[in-house]
């Protein structure tokens, strides 16, 4: 009896299905539809189909397929496939000329055959045996390559998602110092503002004071003029004073004869002269006051003038500030666009290639151009790898893809200067081969390490 189950799987979306239950050491066929997002899947170019079986024992048993279809693939299962009870796990391979296009998964159950361990082997399984000693040579050389290419493409993945994990930790750095940059910039600008305020209201304050010190001054020279004049007039005076005295003191000659008391006459024409004098002293010292207060104010003056000057100086200095920060805060901007032209310049060159030609045995890669390059080694005459145009940024990491096919030579004798291969070992290339070099700057120095070969 033989137990037929078709299954539908999609390579691009998840498939689903019940679950198969079969018998251990029935005949078991799988027949298979595939299709790539709803659409048949042309299995035109695929040359081998397998269907790799692991047992509840962790032992995989592989099971050639049949192209029964433009979409269809036909697995005719043996006993070995079922003979431990419980869940298989089957994955579908299939490869063309190149290596394996694609993998899809599914899983059955295997009950235990009530008969026991006396069952007959089916046709199916002999034939299978047969299929193994006429064409198991090249079936297992095939699965070697299958899983050495798969193996490679691994370690292949492995190393770009290193790059690109390293990629976004230094431009998540960088974003974060653009961030501390723009942040102190606009600070300092705050703070330059504030200063601007300070220095403005100190300039108000220093035109205030020196209209008042102006103001004092002409005040002070007013009351100079009016001492001098209340001096000369306190002079003037004296001097009439002093005649009065004389003339008072000739009266008193004249009279003297005439009046009774001559004594009194003339001490009150001493008082009257001591009185002047008196007059004229403080008027004297009003003047000299006067002239103090004039020497006070030009002292003042000048000190006013210093600190105008001290106060233009600083607000000369607040606005160079001011600029400064502003400068800062526009390089910061800059910088952080720069990051991201550059982190978008970096996605576009790792999805795609550009071809290099042989020039005198030597390809010239521009880095200006792109960072993902191929290279075709067309003659047996060795060859040099040479990197222009290098972006001067030593804190920024570059990474530098190159794929290398060798069509008729396999040689490259000289790489980029500085060059250290990661695992000590310089590539040896085999011709009708495809290889991938990946050139990754850290500081002044390239660490390189390869794939292949396919």
Request: aromatic share 6%; with cysteine; glycine share 6%.
């Amino acid at each position: 009896m033989e137990n037929t189950f078709t299954i539908d799987a999609d390579i691009k979306k998840t498939s689903y299905f019940n679950q198969p239950t079969v018998t251990s050491h029935d005949d078991i066929t799988f027949i298979v539809n595939i299709f790539d997002d709803g659409q048949a899947f042309d299995l035109t170019t695929v040359t081998t189909a397998t269907l790799a079986n692991t047992r509840p024992d962790a032992q995989t048993i592989l099971t050639v397929g049949d192209k029964t279809g433009l979409n269809q693939v036909t697995f005719n299962l043996g006993t070995n496939e079922t003979s431990v009870s419980g869940r298989v796990n089957a994955v579908i391979q299939l490869y063309d000329v190149s290596g394996r296009v694609s993998t899809l998964a599914f899983s059955y159950m295997v009950e235990t055959d009530p008969v026991g361990a006396g069952y007959v082997p089916s046709t199916d399984e002999q034939t299978l045996i047969e299929v193994v000693l006429n064409d198991g040579p090249l079936r297992i050389q095939e699965a070697i390559d299958a899983g050495v290419y798969a193996e490679t493409q691994g370690d292949y993945a492995l190393a770009q998602g290193d790059i690109a994990a390293t990629e976004s930790s230094n431009l998540s750095t960088l974003k974060t110092n653009v961030q501390t940059a723009t942040a102190d910039a606009n600070t300092a600008t705050d703070i330059a503002s504030v200063e601007s305020a300070n220095l403005s209201t100190l300039k108000t304050n220093v035109q205030t004071a020196t209209t008042d010190a102006n103001t004092a001054t002409d005040s002070a020279n007013l009351a100079t003029t009016n001492v001098n004049a209340k001096g000369n007039a306190a002079e003037a005076q004296g001097d009439v004073a002093e005649g009065k005295g004389i003339f008072a003191q000739t009266e008193g000659d004249k009279v003297a004869p005439k009046l009774l008391d001559v004594d009194t006459a003339i001490t009150n024409t001493e008082t009257a002269t001591i009185n002047a004098n008196t007059q004229g002293d403080y008027a004297l010292a009003q003047g000299d006051y006067a002239l103090a207060q004039g020497d006070i104010a030009s002292v003042e003056s000048a000190n006013l003038s210093t600190l105008k000057t001290n106060v233009q100086t600083a607000t000369t200095d607040a606005n160079t500030a001011a600029t400064y920060a502003n400068t800062q805060g526009d390089y910061a901007l800059a910088q952080g666009d720069y990051a991201q032209t550059e982190a978008d310049s970096f996605l576009v060159d790792i999805t795609t290639q550009n071809t290099v030609t042989d020039s005198t045995n030597t390809f010239t890669l521009d880095l200006s151009l792109k960072k993902s390059f191929t290279i075709t080694i067309a003659d047996v005459n060795p060859k040099i790898i040479t990197l222009t145009n290098i972006p001067p940024d030593l804190d920024f990491a570059l990474p530098v893809t190159v794929k290398v096919v060798c069509t008729v030579g396999n040689i490259i004798s000289t790489y980029p200067t500085g060059t250290v291969w990661v695992d000590g070992v310089v590539p040896v290339f085999a011709i009708g081969k495809t290889y991938y070099l990946t050139l990754i700057r850290i500081t002044a120095g390239w660490h390189a390490i390869y794939l292949g070969e396919f």
